[in-house]
């Protein structure tokens, strides 16, 4: 199926916007990319460029490709410039105000065939598409961090998104490469809702001291054959996210299985949040050993 998208506008450029921005400029597409200002939209430009640098110094890309992506890229700090894109990909704070805002001033700027969607992970789908008009056709793109290497990306069905926008992004995503899975709008969606109440699970089994956070990690790796054992996936995810991502699945629902286990409150209250302050889970013992 022909999509008709040509000119993709990606709103915010931090860790998922300049990820999602490499992955559509690297597929061929041009970009419009939009920040808050000029400092944090060379930010955003840096956070692509050093990827595609990491990629020609691993020899997955060439220096040729690196220069025709970043060539493929416009940057832009005013809504208003926005006006020939087709699809918009919203990436900006995890914030219902702000995404509101920056929505309803897109809006103004687009033509009336353009498509929005979000990559929220969790605020609802259906939610975020009455800051347009009902018009304006709307979906969620769940892009997985970090997109640029992250294969699948869920196509997620708000209620009011249309069957023929959802088979349009279907066919965008098989054209960046990806697998794309379409799925309900429900707090975190498929994978994180199912990955949250797991790694609840586990934080609450270490904290029983069901065995040590190494051989946690050991058995899930070798016994289910996941890249990363749980407590390690937490310390890179961050713990404040988890807990973050936890709390709003829970506010959404009041499903037990998403009510932040008493650890994990601890620690992030601790200040131990992973990877990103040097201690959590698994953190310590790498410093220790
Ligand atoms: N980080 C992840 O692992 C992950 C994974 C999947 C989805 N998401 C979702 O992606 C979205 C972005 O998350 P992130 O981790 O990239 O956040 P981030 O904080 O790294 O980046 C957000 C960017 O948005 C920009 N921004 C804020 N307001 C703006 C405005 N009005 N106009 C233009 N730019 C603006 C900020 O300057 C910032 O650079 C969130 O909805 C988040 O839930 C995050």
């Known amino acids: 199926m022909d999509h008709g998208f040509k000119r993709v506008?990606?709103?915010?450029?931090?860790?998922m916007g300049a990820g999602i921005t490499q992955v559509i400029a690297q597929a061929g597409y041009d970009v419009t990319a939009l920040e808050a200002d000029r400092a944090r939209a060379d930010a955003g430009v840096a956070r692509v460029r050093a990827f595609l640098d990491e990629g020609v110094s691993r020899g997955k890309v060439t220096p040729?490709?690196?220069?025709?992506t970043l060539a493929r890229l416009t940057m832009v700090t005013d809504p208003a410039d926005l006006g020939e894109a087709d699809l918009v990909i919203e990436a900006v704070f995890e914030d219902r105000d702000v995404k509101f805002a920056l929505l309803q001033s897109v809006c103004e700027a687009i033509g009336p065939d353009a498509v929005i969607v979000t990559n929220?992970?969790?605020?609802s789908v259906s939610d975020?598409?009455?800051a347009v008009?009902?018009?304006t056709g709307f979906a969620g793109l769940h892009f997985f961090n970090p997109a640029p290497l992250m294969k699948v990306i869920e196509v997620v069905r708000g209620l009011q998104t249309a069957?023929?926008?959802v088979h349009r992004l279907i066919a965008f995503v098989e054209s960046l490469g990806k697998t794309p899975v379409v799925v309900k709008d429900r707090p975190g969606f498929l994978v994180n809702h199912l990955l949250i109440p797991y790694l609840n699970d586990v934080i609450q089994e270490y904290d029983d001291e069901l065995a040590s956070a190494e051989d946690l990690d050991t058995a899930i790796r070798l016994g289910l054959g996941h890249k990363l054992g749980p407590l390690e996936l937490l310390d890179l995810i961050g713990l404040d996210v988890h807990l973050?991502?936890?709390e709003s699945a829970y506010a959404a629902t009041h499903d037990i299985r998403f009510a932040a286990p008493p650890l994990l409150r601890s620690m992030v209250a601790a200040g131990r949040l992973g990877s990103k302050s040097g201690s959590g889970f698994r953190t310590d013992e790498e410093t220790a050993s």
């Open 128 to 130: 975020l598409a009455t």
């Open 244 to 246: 973050h991502a936890t």
């Open 9 to 15: 506008a990606v709103l915010g450029m931090g860790t």
């Open 163 to 165: 069957d023929t926008l």
């Open 120 to 123: 929220t992970s969790a605020l």
């Open 133 to 135: 008009p009902a018009t």
């Open 64 to 68: 040729e490709e690196r220069d025709t």
